[in-house]
């Protein structure tokens, strides 16, 4: 039964006049009040950003808020594929022929997530991240690779939250909600940046939009309140770092693993 009365709260939640009214709120200078109450509750790292608590006119400007210099090393190895996000990898591993396995008990597939893109093609048989991020987390995107903008796409949709919850009893979470794709071009293929809107996200938004291209680490976008970021990569142009597994917490910037060449096809 209370599984049930959540699904039913969670279905209502979804609502995008639900998402306007707590967007709205968070934009308006009364929320900077809750600014001290929301980082004692989620414990985050305050003396990371780049400005002082008081200095911040909004719960939303604080929550999408820029870290100091130097808080966070971008990882130097070559060919290196980084992490986007702060985040809990919730999912990771292979495509298998279109399919996405087992994030939190149920598959995906590339199709859908990426709304039948003619690019869908190049994830077939990639690789996947899936990275979750919680209020603690610091909540701007970065290119997780060096390269060109090859395409952006903004897919409406729902607002269900991402939590363990919804992941495992609402059907089809990431490929339902709000989604701003990024496609990136680099020097062995390309990777596509999905970055899936959530429950009381207002919006996701590029950090600016005539940007075409990015050094790994560079600013790419930011969320408004918390949600997830699903991370492609080419058909087997990516090995990744051995010692990860599902569970572990990544910080922006930390190597994934490598990128390569695809292997050559026999002819």
């Known amino acids: 039964m209370a599984k049930q009365l959540l699904r039913l709260m969670t279905e209502l939640s979804s609502r995008k006049w639900v998402s306007r009214i707590m967007g709205s709120f968070s934009h308006s200078r009364w929320s900077r009040y809750l600014i001290p109450t929301f980082i ?42 980084t992490s ?43 690789y996947v991240f899936v990275l979750y991020l919680s209020p603690t987390d610091y909540h701007r995107i970065h290119s997780p690779v060096t390269g060109k903008k090859a395409e952006s796409e903004h897919l409406r949709g729902k607002v269900y939250p991402v939590n363990d919850f919804a992941l495992t009893n609402i059907r089809n979470v990431l490929s339902r909600n709000e989604r701003l794709i990024t496609y990136i071009r680099h020097e062995h293929g390309e990777v596509a940046v999905v970055k899936v809107g959530a429950m009381n996200v207002s919006s996701i938004r590029y950090t600016d939009e005539k940007t075409n291209e990015w050094r790994n680490g560079d600013d790419l976008a930011y969320f408004e309140f918390g949600s997830t970021v699903v991370l492609l990569t080419k ?33």
């Open 84 to 126: 986007p996000v702060d985040a809990l990898i919730t999912g990771m591993g292979p495509v298998k022929a279109g399919t996405i396995l087992n994030v939190k008990g149920q598959d995906y597939t590339v199709d859908e997530l990426l709304n039948h893109s003619p690019r869908m093609g190049n994830y077939l048989n990639g």
């Open 235 to 267: 058909n087997g142009t990516f090995t990744p770092r051995g010692d990860l597994k599902l569970g572990d917490k990544v910080k922006m910037g930390e190597l994934l693993g490598l990128l390569h060449e695809p292997p050559a096809k026999n002819s």
């Open 40 to 81: 004692r509750i989620y414990k985050i790292p305050a003396h990371e950003a780049e400005k002082e608590i008081h200095e911040y006119r909004s719960l939303n400007e604080f929550f999408s808020r820029r870290l100091k210099m130097g808080m966070r090393a971008i990882d130097e190895t070559a060919s290196a594929m």
